[in-house]
């Protein structure tokens, strides 16, 4: 299995606290246990600044940093090795394992957090924490601050800065390591796969989960313990639903159906949206929009490179996709009056992209000092232009409604351009049929 490397976590603990102020703490918590009902459980992830910074895959742990603490900077509080818990529930790293197989300097229960934390902190004038984000974990540093406060008569220092964690993490998160481009190749690897699986498997008379199931036998096979977001198949009109997930409709011959799905390895998303025809041949219309689609991908992968801005794909896509609607006379005007009215609004909602990494819609600031940021190698990105016909839209001729066509990929910005990850799903008209005609007739 491709993973991140032990050692890669023990750099950007070292990366995070070159940055911290002197004589400072950062505490993060684990994600915690979501229950589905009763005592079932979710399939438990682990918060994703959590992971990114110990690779600690258990819930009830707090990370520690306390950069140039003698008795060492990186302390991992976490559950008790437990032979009746283990029994049940699996295996635990308990303390022993969080320093022999995590990194840590030093580990504790985490059943003695509220006598231990409190003393760490105690001396420290600033504390870094994920403030806001998780109102449970902040009433507790609150408690453990006014434990400090309670002992001021005795010379006892609670520290007086409260900084947000999230600019400085999160920041190093959007530039992805060498490690972490082959974790999301090997993520987007696997997807493709799935996209080609459920296209192969297509058939009228099946439904929209059948393709759902398709998509998770290979993400399963690849070794992904889940996807990365709830998968959408949106078969006909759905697939003008942006963000369907109902997934429960007949295929029809005469419709498309629209899938973004993508898997997850070690923590890494992945995130791939194709439109195919139901019968295996797209007709005159859907070819026509799809190609239309397809031209303004192109269009914004040109615009991605060192010192492009984050915006420029976007202005590409929207640029590509408002001329050719004017072309099929779905709008009139002209092109710049179209884009300065957003007149290309009605078919075209949503962005071109977004950062791809931990999250699907990953962390990192999209302007800086209120301008666009600039791309820069390692950042990693989806580039997912669509056009939607809305079934109801009756101010274009009956043939496009319910035409709904997004083509999404992932990239990573490098020296000269951007490596496309996801290229192992067939995207052209042509591909697209060839390689569901060959399905069929290996099928018959
Ligand atoms: N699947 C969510 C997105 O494409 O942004
Ligand atoms: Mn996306
Ligand atoms: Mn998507």
């Known amino acids: 299995m491709i993973h991140i490397p032990k ?42 600044d959590f992971q990114y910074l110990s690779g600690f895959p258990e819930p009830q742990a707090v990370l520690v940093l306390m950069p140039g603490r003698v008795h060492g900077e990186y302390i991992l509080f976490c559950r008790e090795r437990n032979a009746e818990r283990e029994l049940w529930d699996g295996w635990r790293a308990g303390q022993e394992g969080a320093i022999r197989d995590f990194g840590a300097d030093d580990a504790f229960p985490i059943t003695d957090i509220d006598d231990i934390l409190p003393g760490l902190i105690e001396g420290r004038d600033r504390v870094y924490s994920a403030m806001g ?71 009228a008379g099946l439904h929209e989960f059948s393709l759902e199931a398709e998509l998770d036998y290979e993400f399963r096979k690849g070794g992904a313990k889940m996807p990365a977001y709830g998968s959408i198949v949106a078969a006909g009109r759905n697939s003008c639903i942006l963000h369907y997930q109902q997934n429960d409709a007949l295929l029809k011959d005469g419709d498309l159906v629209l899938i973004d799905a993508g898997c997850e390895i070690d923590c890494y998303a992945s995130d791939i949206t194709r439109t195919f025809p139901v019968s295996g041949k797209y007709s005159a219309e859907q070819k026509a929009i799809y190609e239309l ?65 931990m999250d699907v819609h990953d ?10 940021r600039v791309l820069e190698v390692g950042m990693a990105l989806t ?10 839209n009756q101010k274009v001729a009956k043939k496009w409604r319910g035409i709904g066509v997004r083509i999404e990929d992932d990239v990573v910005v490098t020296k000269t351009g951007c490596e496309i990850l996801t290229h192992g799903v067939p995207k052209t008209v042509a591909e697209i049929e060839a390689l569901m005609a060959q399905a069929r007739t290996q099928a018959a």
């Open 7 to 48: 050692s890669e976590y023990s750099r950007r603990r070292k990366a995070l606290m070159a940055q911290m102020e002197p004589n400072s703490i950062a505490i993060l918590p684990a994600a915690a246990v979501a229950i589905r009902n009763r005592d079932v459980e979710h399939v438990y992830r682990q918060d994703s």
């Open 133 to 203: 984000s998780n109102p449970e974990f902040d009433r507790h540093l609150m408690d453990w601050i006014n434990v400090i406060r309670s002992k001021a008569n005795l010379g006892a220092q609670p520290p007086n800065e409260y900084v947000a964690l999230d600019h400085l993490l999160h920041d190093m998160r959007l530039y992805k390591s060498a490690a972490e481009v082959k974790v999301m190749r090997e993520a987007a690897r696997i997807s493709a796969q799935a996209h080609v699986r459920a296209m192969q498997a297509c058939r």
């Open 293 to 357: 689609v397809l031209a303004s991908q192109e269009a914004a992968f040109a615009e991605i490179a060192p010192n492009k801005h984050w915006n420029q794909a976007h202005e590409a896509t929207v640029r590509v996709i408002t001329a050719g609607l004017l072309k099929l006379g779905l709008l009139e005007g002209t092109v710049d009056e179209l884009i300065a009215s957003e007149a290309y609004k009605a078919f075209y909602m949503h962005r071109a992209g977004h950062w791809l990494g």
């Open 363 to 372: 962390v990192g600031e999209y302007k800086v000092g209120g301008e666009w």
């Open 383 to 392: 580039v997912e232009p669509g056009i939607y016909i809305a079934p109801d």
